[in-house]
C-alpha cells in the first residue's frame, strides 16, 4: 500500500557498507521501519542521510506492506528543516538523547496521532527557542502521559512513590525524598514556555535519574540511553 505521511526520524542505523535501517513514527501508522539502499553508495545518495538525523521532521511516500518486515520509501523530504537543532551542540545532544529514550520507550506499531503532534509541536519549539536546558525533562515527564503512567496529581502529599505513580502520606521503600518529591512536583507543573530557569544543574541532574529510574519501573525492557553520561557533562 502506497502512504503518504508525516514521520518523526526515532533511529537510522548503517546496515552493511552502503544501507541504512531507519525507524520513524509515523503520523499515519505509529512506528516503521524503513530500508534505505545503497544509501551511501554515491554522493548524491549520501547527501539525504541528514534526513536521517535524530528527530528530523519527514515528509514520506512509502510502500507499507504491514507484514512486519522493513518497509521502503519512494519519496523522502524534509517536512521542516532545523534552523539551530543541528548547529547547537546543548540542541543536537538533547536531540540524541531523546531520540535514544524514544527508541526504547514507544513500541506502537499504531496510529497515535496525538502523540505525534506533541513530538512535531515539541522539536519546533526546541528549534525555535534559545534557553533549552529543561526541555528535555518537561519532554520525558509529558510523554508518560501517552505511555500510560503520568504521576497521578496530588499537592499535599509529602512523597512520591515511584512503583504505583501516585503521592504518599508516608515514605516507603520506593518512594522519592521530600526533596525530590518537591523537584517532581514543580516539574509537573512546567511547560516548555516556562521551564528555562526551574533548575540549578544539581536539581536537574537529580530530576534526570529520576525519570529515568521511573522509565525504567513502568517500561518492560527499557534501556538507559548510551548519550545520558553525555547530556550530563553537557549541562554540567
Known amino acids: 500500500m502506497l502512504v503518504k505521511t508525516k514521520a518523526i526520524v526515532i533511529s537510522s542505523l548503517r546496515y552493511q557498507e552502503k544501507s541504512l535501517i531507519v525507524k520513524c513514527f509515523t503520523e499515519s501508522d505509529g512506528l516503521k521501519s524503513y530500508y534505505v539502499r545503497d544509501a551511501f553508495s554515491s554522493k548524491k545518495n549520501a547527501q539525504k542521510t541528514v534526513y536521517f538525523q535524530p528527530l528530523s521532521l519527514l515528509e514520506i511516500e512509502a510502500v507499507h506492506k504491514n507484514k512486519g518486515t522493513l518497509e521502503y520509501f519512494k519519496e523522502v523530504r524534509l517536512a521542516h528543516p532545523y534552523f539551530s537543532i543541528n548547529k547547537d551542540i546543548v540542541k543536537t545532544t538533547i536531540a540524541i538523547f531523546l531520540s535514544e529514550m524514544l527508541h526504547h520507550s514507544i513500541k506502537e506499531e499504531e496510529k497515535n496521532q496525538n502523540l505525534y503532534s506533541f513530538l512535531e509541536t515539541a522539536m ?80 536537574r541532574q537529580a530530576l534526570l535519574k529520576i525519570l529515568l529510574d521511573y522509565y525504567a519501573l513502568h517500561l518492560e525492557g527499557f534501556r538507559r540511553p548510551n548519550s545520558v553520561e553525555v547530556l550530563r557533562e553537557v549541562f554540567s
Open 124 to 203: 519546533l519549539w526546541l528549534d525555535s527557542h534559545d534557553n533549552a536546558a529543561n526541555f528535555h525533562l518537561v519532554l520525558l515527564l509529558e510523554i508518560t502521559k501517552f505511555l500510560g503512567f503520568y504521576p497521578e496529581r496530588n499537592d499535599m502529599l509529602p512523597f512520591f512513590e515511584m512503583t504505583e505513580g501516585v503521592f504518599s502520606p508516608y515514605h516507603g521503600i520506593s518512594c522519592l525524598t521530600e526533596e525530590e518529591t518537591a523537584l517532581l512536583r514543580t516539574l509537573m507543573g512546567l511547560k516548555f514556555d516556562n521551564s528555562g530557569k526551574a533548575f540549578h544543574v544539581t536539581e
